[in-house]
């Protein structure tokens, strides 16, 4: 099994930039399509970013591209997710997930590993 562990988040002013982590252990890390999802009070989880093995392939949703950055480390077994020019819609808690697949995908239902989220706040 793997377990995936989240750090980074906490209270923002807009404009202001935070970085998550995500920490894995257990299972090959390297061969893991890592993700990061978020889910704001009172709404569905969303799929924020998404990076293939190697890092070559990312995905973004629409309303964080040109802002967050996805990256990964596997020598550290951690995926991050760099967040500038925050707005108060960012403010959610965001989960770090893992697929056992090459393929990159969008759908949080085709991940297999999810750590337990840690919360962004971004204050007007």
């Known amino acids: 099994q793997v377990q995936l562990v989240e750090s980074g988040g906490g209270l923002v002013q807009a404009g202001g930039s935070l970085r998550l982590s995500c920490a894995a252990s257990g299972r090959t890390f390297s061969r893991l399509v890592m993700a990061w999802f978020r889910q704001g009070p009172g709404k569905e989880r969303e799929f924020v970013a998404a990076i293939s093995w190697g890092g070559t392939i990312t995905y973004y949703a629409d309303s964080v591209k040109g802002r967050f950055t996805i990256s990964r480390d596997n020598a550290k077994n951690t995926v991050y997710l760099q967040m500038n020019s925050l707005k108060p819609e960012d403010s959610a808690v965001y989960y770090c997930?893992?697929?056992?697949?090459?393929?990159?995908?969008?759908?949080?239902?085709?991940?297999?590993?999810w750590g337990q989220g840690t919360q962004v706040t971004v204050s007007s």
């Open positions: 997930a893992g697929r056992r697949d090459i393929v990159v995908v969008r759908a949080g239902s085709e991940y297999d590993y």
